[in-house]
């Protein structure tokens, strides 16, 4: 609904710019309850004469710089200052998505105002930036106080807009125009041709947050983008961490929580280097959806915040030669659920047309293959180290999920969630493990969970207990507990993928954080293999 939305606020050139008068653009803005509300500027700030604001992220600062990351504890430390959205009158926190379509890409920036001219400029001529796209704008408020009698958090104001025509494959500029003000120009690559033959790039993390160890991160992968064009992100779950703010949680004075939302401005700020230049995809964890783990969001600002297809916790999407499928880990996904007859349905028919898409990508937040000690493998019930309610088990996740990514031929389940590096080998069923990458019928299962948060090195409260048993799991071909990093996926053909995980502040992958996957060219499921074989012997006998 959003997208058709913004589909309908795209024009095809400056000339033909709608001005929006601001009687019908103050209709585009979510109100919040009551009447102080103003569509000019952030609250705070009609009329007001202030320097200008003035916010870095330091992203060529080493270790030692940022506040108490302990290496050998595997401790992330402190967040680094957060961002104050009200003061940001420039268009920021830049994110782009893709929605399905090769054609298209969506936007979305946030500034502290909101004019008639809200709009971004693109096109594939850096001078000529003949297409234009108007945006809706929405703003939010979080915890009422009611001694206060004010809200403790006003958002900015979050603009969304849609490009469409865009050429399939080829390298396109924008330029956003908002608040009063202008980005720089802005260079991105379009999604590849459904089917094209064009090599695929994606950098994949999990479990990030705006620790300093995030800022190294992402620098990493500011570096990597300096040395080859990557068309996306896939981001596995647990964004921000606005839930545990320098590790704790606001109270009010009836004890209950609530996620600190500058925390999320931060992210956005932090990440917009990497996500303003290609498509930033992402599937929410358990510290966006979780009532107790994500604070009362409850998945509502993950939602107001990030453009998703579908619904936006589950859904697809195709990059050239490669199909991707977001599952989210906190529903069920069994037979009777909405989420599982969907899955269901999307698998199929991309299995109707694995001449198009060869590799067939699913990514979600918890794994079901896990060697760490920490959170277990996922069966839909949470373990004794989560700490809020007992809530009732969500379905499918162990007698069902599985099963579905063996049918329908998956070649690699990204995850996060454990923070760790874990690649696995193809496996099914647990034991059923194939250990060579080489021609692969089952599916490689890689967890990221390594991205910015404090590692699972330790079992929790000991700081002494290795995560890890010293008994390997048959299933496990690398893992590691006591690295930051991020990894990458390089689809070079319909036959071949390479995956590599960069540790935080190394230049090139460690050896063995390299896999080279390969699988049959056109090679079907296995169990549309055996079905076409139970086919033709049966026609045999019959004749």
């Given at each position: 609904?959003?997208?058709?939305?913004?589909?309908?606020?795209?024009?095809?050139?400056?000339?033909?710019?709608?001005?929006?008068?601001?009687?019908?653009?103050?209709?585009?803005?979510?109100?919040?309850?009551?009447?102080?509300?103003?569509?000019?500027?952030?609250?705070?700030?009609?009329?007001?004469?202030?320097?200008?604001?003035?916010?870095?992220?330091?992203?060529?600062?080493?270790?030692?710089?940022?506040?108490?990351?302990?290496?050998?504890?595997?401790?992330?430390?402190?967040?680094?200052?957060?961002?104050?959205?009200?003061?940001?009158?420039?268009?920021?926190?830049?994110?782009?998505?893709?929605?399905?379509?090769?054609?298209?890409?969506?936007?979305?920036?946030?500034?502290?105002?909101?004019?008639?001219?809200?709009?971004?400029?693109?096109?594939?001529?850096?001078?000529?930036?003949?297409?234009?796209?108007?945006?809706?704008?929405?703003?939010?408020?979080?915890?009422?106080?009611?001694?206060?009698?004010?809200?403790?958090?006003?958002?900015?104001?979050?603009?969304?807009?849609?490009?469409?025509?865009?050429?399939?494959?080829?390298?396109?500029?924008?330029?956003?125009?908002?608040?009063?003000?202008?980005?720089?120009?802005?260079?991105?690559?379009?999604?590849?041709?459904?089917?094209?033959?064009?090599?695929?790039?994606?950098?994949?993390?999990?479990?990030?947050?705006?620790?300093?160890?995030?800022?190294?991160?992402?620098?990493?992968?500011?570096?990597?983008?300096?040395?080859?064009?990557?068309?996306?992100?896939?981001?596995?779950?647990?964004?921000?961490?606005?839930?545990?703010?320098?590790?704790?949680?606001?109270?009010?004075?009836?004890?209950?929580t609530f996620a600190e939302q500058k925390v999320w401005d931060t992210w956005g700020?932090?990440?917009?280097?990497?996500?303003?230049?290609?498509?930033?995809?992402?599937?929410?964890?358990?510290?966006?959806?979780?009532?107790?783990?994500?604070?009362?969001?409850?998945?509502?600002?993950?939602?107001?915040?990030?453009?998703?297809?579908?619904?936006?916790?589950?859904?697809?999407?195709?990059?050239?030669?490669?199909?991707?499928?977001?599952?989210?880990?906190?529903?069920?996904?069994?037979?009777?659920?909405?989420?599982?007859?969907?899955?269901?349905?999307?698998?199929?028919?991309?299995?109707?047309?694995?001449?198009?898409?060869?590799?067939l990508v699913v990514f979600q937040h918890r794994p079901i293959y896990n060697s760490?000690?920490?959170?277990?493998?996922?069966?839909?019930?949470?373990?004794?180290?989560?700490?809020?309610?007992?809530?009732?088990?969500?379905?499918?996740?162990?007698?069902?999920?599985?099963?579905?990514?063996?049918?329908?031929?998956?070649?690699?389940?990204?995850?996060?969630?454990?923070?760790?590096?874990?690649?696995?080998?193809?496996?099914?069923?647990?034991?059923?493990?194939?250990?060579?990458?080489?021609?692969?019928?089952?599916?490689?299962?890689?967890?990221?969970?390594?991205?910015?948060?404090?590692?699972?090195?330790?079992?929790?409260?000991?700081?002494?207990?290795?995560?890890?048993?010293?008994?390997?799991?048959?299933?496990?071909?690398?893992?590691?507990?006591?690295?930051?990093?991020?990894?990458?996926?390089?689809?070079?053909?319909?036959?071949?993928?390479?995956?590599?995980?960069?540790?935080?502040?190394?230049?090139?992958?460690?050896?063995?954080?390299?896999?080279?996957?390969?699988?049959?060219?056109?090679?079907?499921?296995?169990?549309?293999?055996?079905?076409?074989?139970?086919?033709?012997?049966?026609?045999?006998?019959?004749?």
């Amino acid at each position: 609904m959003r997208l058709a939305l913004l589909l309908l606020l795209v024009t095809v050139n400056c000339e033909l710019d709608i001005k929006l008068p601001a009687d019908i653009l103050s209709d585009l803005v979510e109100r919040p309850e009551g009447n102080s509300f103003s569509y000019n500027l952030a609250e705070g700030e009609v009329g007001e004469e202030e320097e200008e604001y003035e916010y870095e992220i330091n992203y060529d600062w080493k270790i030692d710089q940022f506040q108490e990351i302990n290496s050998t504890l595997g401790k992330c430390g402190k967040e680094i200052p957060q961002l104050d959205v009200s003061k940001m009158k420039a268009p920021h926190q830049i994110r782009l998505s893709y929605t399905g379509k090769a054609t298209e890409m969506a936007i979305t920036w946030t500034t502290n105002g909101v004019t008639e001219h809200e709009q971004v400029n693109y096109g594939p001529v850096e001078t000529d930036l003949n297409y234009t796209s108007t945006s809706i704008s929405h703003q939010y408020k979080w915890r009422y106080d009611q001694e206060a009698g004010d809200w403790y958090y006003t958002s900015g104001f979050i603009h969304e807009a849609l490009m469409i025509n865009l050429i399939p494959g080829m390298i396109h500029y924008y330029q956003i125009e908002s608040n009063g003000m202008k980005s720089d120009i802005i260079k991105f690559v379009a999604a590849p041709a459904e089917g094209s033959n064009t090599p695929v790039s994606f950098l994949h993390v999990g479990d990030v947050g705006t620790f300093g160890t995030s800022v190294m991160v992402t620098n990493d992968m500011m570096k990597r983008m300096k040395e080859k064009q990557f068309h996306g992100m896939i981001h596995c779950g647990d964004i921000s961490y606005a839930n545990k703010y320098d590790g704790e949680r606001p109270e009010d004075k009836n004890n209950k929580t609530f996620a600190e939302q500058k925390v999320w401005d931060t992210w956005g700020q932090m990440v917009e280097p990497v996500g303003s230049k290609m498509a930033y995809m992402a599937v929410p964890g358990n510290h966006e959806l979780d009532i107790w783990d994500s604070t009362n969001e409850n998945g509502t600002i993950y939602a107001k915040r990030f453009i998703m297809p579908g619904n936006e916790r589950y859904f697809s999407f195709s990059v050239g030669m490669v199909h991707f499928v977001a599952v989210s880990t906190d529903e069920s996904i069994d037979a009777e659920s909405t989420q599982g007859q969907w899955f269901k349905n999307v698998l199929t028919e991309v299995n109707k047309n694995r001449d198009k898409w060869p590799w067939l990508v699913v990514f979600q937040h918890r794994p079901i293959y896990n060697s760490n000690k920490i959170h277990g493998n996922w069966t839909g019930k949470n373990t004794p180290q989560y700490s809020g309610p007992d809530l009732p088990p969500f379905k499918g996740w162990k007698e069902h999920y599985e099963s579905l990514l063996v049918e329908h031929g998956v070649d690699i389940v990204l995850n996060g969630h454990v923070h760790h590096y874990e690649r696995t080998w193809p496996v099914r069923n647990r034991d059923e493990t194939v250990k060579s990458y080489k021609n692969v019928k089952y599916p490689v299962h890689i967890t990221c969970g390594h991205g910015g948060q404090s590692l699972y090195k330790f079992v929790p409260k000991t700081d002494k207990e290795d995560s890890y048993n010293e008994t390997l799991p048959l299933f496990v071909a690398a893992r590691s507990n006591s690295l930051w990093g991020h990894c990458e996926l390089e689809f070079y053909n319909r036959t071949t993928v390479k995956h590599a995980m960069y540790v935080m502040g190394e230049d090139t992958p460690r050896e063995e954080h390299v896999a080279v996957i390969t699988k049959s060219s056109g090679a079907l499921p296995v169990s549309l293999f055996n079905f076409y074989l139970i086919v033709i012997a049966t026609s045999f006998v019959l004749i």
